[in-house]
């Protein structure tokens, strides 16, 4: 009987954020941005403390810890609310649901262990600095972190372990936006007593016992810096970042789950849980950078130089770390005026074999522009291709043609003239536009993925999932998203000098080979390229993994090798150009530099900048029975004609 109720609620329903159209998508918007930059800020704190020296300290051993928790933290939860709001039915599985649950709680659980051992740390610096160093060694910090993690995942585990064996056969309506305990238990149709028991106990475990190390730490601390006859104030500087971070964190946890049961109402649940599930991670990073001067002057080492106008003259004001740099800044007068224009290097052949690859590349950006206006101009004219299917696919139509477009004329121009400059402005848009256009395919491809998981998956609700709100809304976030991504690279590179040499490896403006022209440090730029390929490649690449792990599972239960077969063929073309997109992107952007020298480079990007543009339209071509389909009936209407 118990296995027989735990089988009729197989899926749960996410109630989540209720509201018209318009609304969602404002609020979309939102939790995307809010989302993006959490990610962003953790990431670049993990690096910090990785890349600087001064950092290397018990104190930032454990910042870095809390970023890491705190990326996975809002993973958990966001990613299933962005796509809650484009979708109908809302749905998650049982299993699905007992994961989101385990990893929500367990991070939780970690956090509130780290916040202790963070707060330990402050109370042996302040109280006990001569005993510091021996004390807060690195082999006591690891086993701190270790013994966190371990804490948090096995409380967690302990509960999801007694909620998962209860029964739930109706309603299955789960009225938050993620899988929270209390909403949860509250639709089993069981005696839930022992698993509130333990849910309970645990609870008092894992929040009152860090708590109550914190609280004691602090009393500690703030009775030594009491004492102090002088430096009270640079004292407790030390630890104010993590009294905000401790103050914020537990005041919305206990709030949300140990508050009378007369203020408790599920939509205000529901607001607490955005607060400290969201808005909690993204301020963290910002506390310890706004009000931590290491974590400010390791931000600072990254921007040696900046310009600073003051009427008209340009100052170059200079980090105090960098004083190298103080008197070759100062003799400039600007950033990007000692520089007006690069040298392109192109490919060092010779003269015949330059003259042979511009007729051959002129040929290859022929057929690209050909294809792709091909595949624009047949979804355009043919009704039976107005899906959602290729809708996407006349935005990479697009996409293919400016990208090439944006590298390919000025290479053509370079291999037949032996002055191959580009002046500092156009420069800068090419590898603006580069970027951008990277993105966007990265993104599109991403949702083309989701487009095709949704036809083969839900087959029946195809129609009224992907509807031509959501796709258009999927595509203009893709474009302008990508499209901010690059202007934020575009910025880091403006406030960078550029005062020679002035020779670039390269066939055209590729942000790589341009900040090796820098005359200054590029550390920020190069953080920040390594993000942005963390969540622009890797994060696309995973969810498209996820989409065709799905299908294929679907696949394989359909029962006939004809349908299997027919399956499959619907997206064996996305799969070819995803393939070759991600592999050529992954391995020039994210492989070890030893790997690929320089012109090993110039290759990589001419194969994902003209090749791949070109290959796209072939393959949704040769292997799509509907795109020949569409080009025999136009090709036949333009005969009769």
């Given at each position: 009987m118990e296995v027989e109720n735990q089988t009729r609620v197989t899926q749960f329903i996410l109630v989540g954020f209720p509201g018209s159209g318009g609304m969602h998508a404002t609020v979309f918007l939102i939790f995307l941005v809010a989302y993006v930059l959490t990610v962003a800020e953790n990431v670049v704190i993990i690096l910090l403390v990785q890349q600087n020296r001064p950092l290397h300290k018990p104190m930032y051993f454990f910042l870095a810890n809390l970023s890491f928790l705190e990326t996975w933290y809002i993973s958990v939860t966001v990613p299933k609310l962005l796509c809650s709001f484009w979708s109908v039915s809302n749905s998650i599985s049982?299993?699905?649901?007992?994961?989101?649950?385990?990893?929500?709680?367990?991070?939780?659980?970690?956090?509130?262990?780290?916040?202790?051992?963070?707060?330990?740390?402050?109370?042996?610096?302040?109280?006990?600095?001569?005993?510091?160093?021996?004390?807060?060694?690195?082999?006591?910090?690891?086993?701190?972190?270790?013994?966190?993690?371990?804490?948090?995942?096995?409380?967690?585990?302990?509960?999801?372990?007694?909620?998962?064996r209860l029964s739930f056969c109706g309603p299955n309506v789960i009225n938050h936006f993620f899988c929270d305990i209390s909403p949860v238990l509250n639709l089993s149709c069981t005696d839930m007593s022992?698993?509130?028991?333990?849910d309970f106990i645990l609870a008092l475990v894992i929040f009152l016992s860090p708590l109550s190390i914190t609280v004691l730490s602090y009393g500690c601390i703030l009775a030594t810096v009491l004492r102090m006859p002088t430096g009270k104030q640079k004292a407790f500087s030390t630890c104010a970042s993590h009294l905000v971070v401790v103050t914020i964190f537990y005041s919305a946890t206990i709030f949300m789950y140990a508050r009378p049961r007369a203020i408790y109402a599920f939509n205000m649940n529901k607001v607490i849980s955005v607060f400290y599930a969201v808005v909690t991670p993204a301020l963290n990073p910002i506390m310890y950078c706004l009000r931590n001067r290491e974590?400010?002057?390791?931000?600072?080492?990254?921007?040696?130089?900046?310009?600073?106008?003051?009427?008209?003259?340009?100052v170059c004001v200079c980090s105090s770390t960098q004083s190298t740099y103080r008197q070759f800044c100062q003799g400039m007068m600007g950033n990007q005026t000692s520089v007006t224009e690069f040298l392109l290097l192109g490919f060092l052949l010779s003269p015949r074999t330059q003259l042979l690859l511009s007729g051959l590349f002129s040929l290859f950006y022929a057929v690209t522009l050909l294809g792709n206006g091909v595949i624009l101009g047949l979804i355009s004219l043919d009704s039976r291709l107005h899906t959602p299917m290729y809708f996407f696919l006349a935005h990479l139509a697009i996409v293919d043609i400016s990208y090439a477009s944006n590298n390919v004329p000025k290479m053509l121009a370079n291999l037949l003239n032996k002055r191959k400059t580009i002046s500092f402005v156009p420069c800068i848009i090419q590898t603006f536009l580069y970027m951008a256009f990277a993105h966007t395919e990265c993104l599109i491809l991403v949702m083309m993925s989701y487009d095709r998981y949704v036809a083969i998956c839900h087959p029946l609700r195809y129609s009224v999932i992907m509807s031509w709100r959501v796709c258009t809304v999927l595509a203009v976030t893709s474009w302008m998203f990508s499209f901010l991504l690059a202007l934020v690279h575009v910025v880091l590179i403006l406030r960078l000098p550029f005062c020679g040499p002035r020779e670039i490896n390269h066939f055209f403006c590729e942000i790589l080979s341009v900040l090796k022209l820098a005359c200054a440090d590029t550390r920020l730029n190069q953080v920040v390229i390594f993000a942005a390929c963390v969540f622009i490649l890797l994060g696309p690449l995973c969810l498209v993994l996820v989409s065709y792990t799905r299908i294929l599972s679907a696949i394989l239960r359909i029962p006939?090798?004809?349908?299997?077969?027919?399956?499959?063929?619907?997206?064996?073309?996305?799969?070819?150009?995803?393939?070759?997109?991600?592999?050529?992107?992954?391995?020039?952007?994210?492989?070890?530099?030893?790997?690929?020298?320089?012109?090993?480079?110039k290759v990589l990007s001419l194969f994902y900048s003209l090749f791949n543009p070109m290959l796209n339209p072939l393959i949704y071509s040769l292997r799509n029975a509907e795109v020949k389909g569409a080009l025999r009936r136009v090709s036949w209407k333009q005969i009769s004609m």
């Open positions: 049982f299993t699905h649901c007992m994961i989101q649950l385990y990893f929500f709680v367990a991070l939780m659980c970690t956090e509130c262990v780290l916040l202790a051992a963070m707060a330990y740390d402050r109370y042996v610096a302040i109280c006990c600095p001569l005993h510091y160093a021996s004390t807060m060694s690195h082999g006591l910090c690891f086993r701190l972190a270790l013994a966190s993690w371990a804490i948090g995942f096995g409380i967690s585990l302990a509960k999801i372990c007694f909620i998962s022992v698993a509130e028991l333990v974590v400010k002057q390791a931000l600072k080492k990254l921007i040696p130089c900046q310009a600073m106008r003051s009427d008209s003259a340009t006939s090798g004809e349908g299997r077969r027919k399956a499959f063929s619907t997206c064996s073309s996305h799969l070819c150009v995803v393939g070759l997109f991600f592999g050529s992107a992954i391995v020039m952007y994210m492989a070890p530099k030893s790997r690929h020298p320089e012109e090993q480079q």
